[in-house]
């Protein structure tokens, strides 16, 4: 039985066993044309994403509707892998602390993965963060999955890998403020690439500048 368990501004989101559907819906402000051409190209370019993280080992759901190149069959809707588990924006906070800190050095590993490749999130909070229910007193890498690619892309520009950095390390600002400093510093231990201290010195210009503060 498929089920609507999400509605964003762009997607709804069903459940249907073990896929998830999403489902790009129309903008009626938009010139017709116009929105299916968005909608179009940012499903693909979704679709690659996941595709390519998923082919590079990183800890993506699995789409499951793509062509040899990635690209979804459907203009549309992406068929994606259901990964049942903890959203650690709801969840983090009643971990132990060894837990948590755990959880964020292997978040760190995962997102330096991304960044080493070039694929940038978009919207990097612990709400697109999943803990696999399965066997949770572990937290190895293959339970620690990112989620929702719909505003990432492919980018070589160390500020947009900051602005990631910048967006996650808000989120714990805001939902795990009780030790956010030292759950970016576990972040921070776990983020090691070749390119790693660039980006982290392109975050404190970014928050200098304050122009992504909320």
Do not use: C
Not at 24 to 46: F, M, N, S
Not at 155 to 168: G, M, N, W, Y
């Amino acid at each position: 039985m498929t089920k609507l368990i999400a509605q964003g501004a762009e997607a709804k989101i069903f459940l249907d066993k073990s896929i998830i559907n999403k489902e790009r819906i129309p903008k009626g402000y938009r010139h017709p044309q116009l929105d299916e051409q968005i909608r179009k190209q940012r499903t693909k370019r979704e679709g690659k994403i996941l595709h390519k993280a998923h082919n590079l080992n990183i800890q993506v759901p699995k789409i499951l509707n793509a062509n040899k190149k990635g690209e979804p069959k459907s203009k549309f809707n992406l068929e994606i892998e259901y990964i049942k588990g903890d959203r650690l924006s709801e969840a983090l906070n009643d971990y132990e602390e060894k837990k948590q800190f755990q959880i964020m050095k292997q978040i760190g590993k995962q997102v330096a993965l991304l960044h080493e490749n070039n694929l940038i999130h978009g919207d990097l909070t612990t709400s697109n963060v999943i803990l696999k229910t399965n066997n949770k007193q572990q937290t190895t890498n293959n339970q620690i999955y990112i989620i929702d690619f719909g505003l990432g892309f492919v980018s070589t520009k160390p500020e947009d890998k900051a602005v990631d950095l910048h967006l996650i390390k808000q989120a714990l600002e805001a939902k795990h403020f009780q030790n956010h400093k030292d759950l970016f510093k576990e972040f921070q231990k776990g983020y090691k690439w070749e390119n790693s201290n660039k980006i982290l010195e392109r975050l404190v210009a970014v928050e200098k500048r304050g122009r992504y503060k909320h």
